[in-house]
């Protein structure tokens, strides 16, 4: 019996690998996109372009302008001179932002009046937008507490001190390519298995899903240096059930397609709203109750609390029972629902 | 066949010919409809579950209150959390129920009050908020930190009108967001979907078309007969370019009408535009599926080369700006990055040229390149 599925396994692999091109499309692509999208996708705002309109010509104007023009997150596109001048940065996209200093900002500020200073942004991307402001927000307040001790006024009755746990500098590439573990998983998971139309084989693809996820958690640690605080049992437990169920669905889709453009059809349908409703880029706990209703019926969601849970929290193993049975549970049903398919199919 | 040698080239055969394969394509369509719901249920599924699934916006976000000696102040500060729309507070009796709750993603924040805070905020010192935010989720910690610090500083005004002192907060900041002043995240999410969901739909249409007559055989008989490989193009684009475009027609009415996204800009701009958009994705689909020879091949590459990127490399959602310069390059090959650009601007500021007139004329280079490639790759002949 375990001869027979070694031999089976052996044949299998030499047929995914026979073909040049499918062997390129199993290996090279994932590679690419893994380095790509894990240096791409980040909210965190890198050089963005800021344009400067003073009309003041005091020191702390300068300072405060210089402030926002040394921050890592900006860099300056230019300077305006007049009020037209700011549409002629932001509609043609020259500038994400522009920080308005008014003419009275010195006085006033040496006044003790308070001053205001205006912040025009571009809002076409509204989240970049929200983004800019909080990083704009951090600048100012740094501004305002340095003013205030070296004027010698009255301290604010509170202040805050913000601490993030399990990421203390907010780096959103360790939220992120924890994730593209598991979208490029369940990509090649969905290639082996829902584009082959009537041969349900479900061993290829769990054993593919197994070695891609291996390789793209060594990358995430040794490449991108994202912390592993957890136990690695809990993970391949998580990437076990999550690889298996993908191949059920995989599977339960090619039994149902009658061409291959019809499993490509089922595959998008799958991968898509998967990526979009698991978590991977905008938080579930913002979705209307109804949608995270139906967040419920895909793996990756578990699969995405478990990765990031265990590599940057460390959560234990028993405390992610559930997210791991759900998985089982839709591995098990799909994967006898396909099975009985084709079966039918068959005879 | 030797009767046929003399290939009548006069425009009316050509055209005889041309409808000929463009009603063979169509019929093809026909026998097996996921072409059509790709067209039309692939933009209908993928708009609801963006349009009303996806927000960017953090509401009603969940954050643990600790106060250590309850009083008067603390309470004060505490009814400007739950004032808010961003919050949803829930308070605790100490600090370790707090981090537990933490600990199990039941708040995302926890805002603490020390049990001196009342002492040291009424006798003019600083008295700490120690506040605590989950950073695995960066994006959404930061936005709660950017919350807190609103409700902070209201606070602290607040206080100092009360007892009518002038703000010691030396610096204020007005801030305007153009175009999306109310900052709705499906704004921008919707009209960059369009173009998502055309990149799937123009790969998907065409990626199996040249691919399947290798797998059948088929394109064999075409060889022997005596249309051009231009009219084998032209025959192949007209009907997906047509299905295309009616995607298209529905995904702008939908982000109008159901989705209520204002557009300033015109729409036949976006009927230009779109056009070239989806003459390059179709362009690129029929390449791949020339140079792929089988469907299976075909459809993997589709998958790898057209959501994921667009999606991800587009400034879709991402700000391309701040990614690392070499990734910033490798954007400049997905077509979905300028058609990004234009949709967003057409819908949300109006007809800018400065962005629209670049953006088309890349989608056109990029649109020309991909059908040169595919007619110099389709074979003539049986190697």
Redesign the interface.
Same mark, same amino acid.
């Not at chain 1, 932001?90 to 996209?93: E, G």
């Not at chain 1, 706990?285 to 209307?288: L, V």
């Not at chain 2, 002192?165 to 002043?181: A, D, G, H, K, Y």
């Given at each position: 019996m375990l001869y027979a599925m070694l031999g089976l396994l052996k044949k299998e692999f030499l047929a995914l690998f026979r073909?040049k091109?499918?062997r390129f499309?199993l290996i090279g692509?994932p590679l690419i996109?893994l380095l790509? +999208?894990g240096? %791409?996708?980040?909210?965190?705002?890198?050089?963005?372009?800021i344009a400067i309109y003073n009309e003041d010509s005091g020191s702390a104007s300068r300072e405060?302008i210089a402030r926002f023009t040394g921050a890592r997150a900006f860099r300056e596109a230019g300077r305006i001179t007049r009020q037209s001048g700011i549409a002629e940065f932001?509609?043609?996209?020259k500038a994400?932002l522009v920080l308005h200093v008014e003419r009275e900002f010195t006085r006033d &500020?040496s006044k003790?009046?308070? %001053?205001?200073?205006?912040?025009?942004?571009?809002?076409?991307?509204?989240? $970049?937008?929200?983004?800019a402001?909080?990083y %704009?927000? $951090?600048i100012? %307040?740094d +501004?305002?507490r340095s003013?205030?001790a070296q004027?010698r006024?009255?301290?604010?009755?509170?202040?805050?001190?913000?601490?993030?746990? +399990?990421?203390?500098n907010?780096?959103?590439q360790? +939220?992120i390519v924890p994730g593209i573990i598991g &979208?490029l998983t369940l990509?090649v998971t969905?290639?082996v298995t829902a584009?082959?139309v009537l041969i349900g084989k479900a061993l290829p693809g769990v054993l593919i899903g197994l070695v891609e996820a291996s390789f793209i958690v060594l990358m995430a640690v040794y490449w991108f240096q994202v912390p592993f605080v957890g136990d690695v049992a809990a993970l391949y437990l998580g990437i076990i059930l999550f690889v298996v169920s993908t191949v059920g669905v995989g599977l339960m889709i090619s039994s149902l397609a009658? $061409?291959?453009?019809?499993? &490509? &059809?089922g595959?998008?349908?799958f991968?898509?709203?998967s990526?979009?409703?698991s978590g991977f880029? $905008?938080?579930i706990?913002?979705?209307?109750e109804?949608?995270q209703t139906?967040t419920l019926l895909i793996p990756l969601r578990y699969f995405l609390v478990i990765v990031?849970?265990v590599m940057?929290?460390g959560i234990p193993l028993p405390l992610l029972a559930d997210q791991y049975w759900p998985m089982a549970v839709i591995g098990l049903v799909n994967l006898g629902l396909a099975a009985w398919m084709f079966r039918r199919r068959l005879y | 066949m030797n009767a046929e040698h003399s290939v009548p080239n006069d425009p009316s055969a050509r055209r005889l010919r041309l409808s000929g394969l463009i009603r063979k394509e169509f019929l093809q369509i026909r026998r097996?409809l996921?072409?059509i719901?790709?067209a039309f249920l692939?933009p209908i599924? @993928?708009l609801i /579950?963006?349009g009303?699934?996806?927000?960017?916006?953090?509401?009603h *976000?969940r954050v643990g209150l600790v106060a250590e000696n309850p009083g008067p102040e603390t309470a004060d500060?505490f009814s400007g959390l739950q004032g808010s729309e961003y919050f949803q507070p829930v308070t605790f009796s100490d600090q370790r129920a707090a981090k537990a709750a @933490?600990?199990r993603r039941q708040i995302s924040a926890i805002v603490r009050l020390r049990s001196d805070?009342s002492r040291q #905020?009424?006798s003019?010192? #600083?008295?700490? /908020?120690?506040?605590?935010?989950?950073?695995?989720?960066?994006?959404?910690?930061?936005?709660v #930190?950017?919350y807190?610090?609103g409700v902070?500083a209201g606070?602290?005004q607040r206080?100092l009108d009360e007892r009518a002192? *002038? #703000?010691?907060?030396?610096? @204020?900041?007005?801030?305007?967001?153009?175009?999306?002043?109310a900052?709705?995240?499906r704004?921008?999410l919707v009209p960059?979907l369009i173009a998502v969901i055309m990149t799937?739909i123009g790969a998907?249409l065409t990626?199996?078309v040249v691919a399947?007559e290798w797998d059948r055989g088929t394109l064999e008989a075409l060889m022997a007969t005596p249309v051009s490989v231009g009219e084998v193009l032209i025959g192949k684009l007209v009907p997906y370019y047509l299905l295309g475009m009616g995607g298209m027609a529905l995904s702008i009415g939908m982000a109008i009408f159901l989705f209520e996204v204002p557009l300033r800009g015109s729409l036949w701009v976006l009927f230009v535009t779109g056009s070239l958009f989806l003459l390059a994705a179709l362009g690129m689909g029929l390449f791949i599926s020339i140079i792929?020879q089988n469907?299976?091949?075909s459809?993997?590459?589709?998958?790898?080369?057209t959501?994921?990127?667009a999606?991800? @490399?587009s400034?879709f959602?991402?700000?391309i700006?701040?990614?690392?310069v070499?990734?910033q390059s490798?954007?400049y090959l997905i077509a979905a990055r300028y058609f990004v650009?234009i949709l967003?601007?057409v819908f949300?500021?109006g007809n800018?040229w400065?962005?629209i007139i670049p953006n088309a004329l890349a989608l056109a280079l990029m649109a020309l390149v991909f059908l040169t490639l595919a007619a110099r790759r389709m074979p003539r002949r049986l190697g």
């Open positions: 073909d091109k499918s499309v692509p996109q790509v +999208f240096y %791409a996708a980040s909210y965190d705002l890198n050089r963005v372009p405060l932001i509609n043609p996209k994400l &500020l003790r009046k308070p %001053a205001s200073i205006q912040l025009i942004i571009d809002g076409r991307n509204s989240n $970049t937008a929200l983004i402001l909080n %704009a927000q $951090t100012l %307040a +501004f305002n003013w205030t004027q006024l009255e301290k604010p009755s509170a202040r805050l001190e913000i601490r993030a746990w +399990f990421n203390p907010l780096n959103s360790w +939220f &979208l990509v969905m290639l584009l082959e009658a $061409t291959q453009q019809q499993g &490509l &059809l595959a998008f349908l991968i898509v709203p990526i979009i409703l880029a $905008t938080p706990a913002n979705m209307p109804a949608m139906l990031r849970g940057l929290e | 097996d996921s072409s719901a790709i692939l599924v @993928l /579950i963006f009303y699934g996806v927000s960017l916006d953090a509401r *976000e500060f @933490l600990n805070f #905020s009424l003019g010192q #600083s008295a700490p /908020i120690n506040v605590v935010v989950d950073g695995v989720d960066a994006n959404t910690a930061r936005l #930190s950017g807190l610090q902070w606070w602290l206080r002192i *002038e #703000s010691t907060q030396s610096v @204020l900041m007005q801030q305007r967001i153009w175009f999306n002043p900052v709705r995240s704004d921008y960059g799937l998907l990626a199996m399947r792929a469907q299976f091949l459809g993997q590459v589709a998958i790898i080369t959501f994921l990127p999606f991800i @490399l400034g959602i991402f700000d700006d701040s990614m690392p070499a990734v490798f954007t650009a967003q601007t949300l500021a800018v400065e962005v």
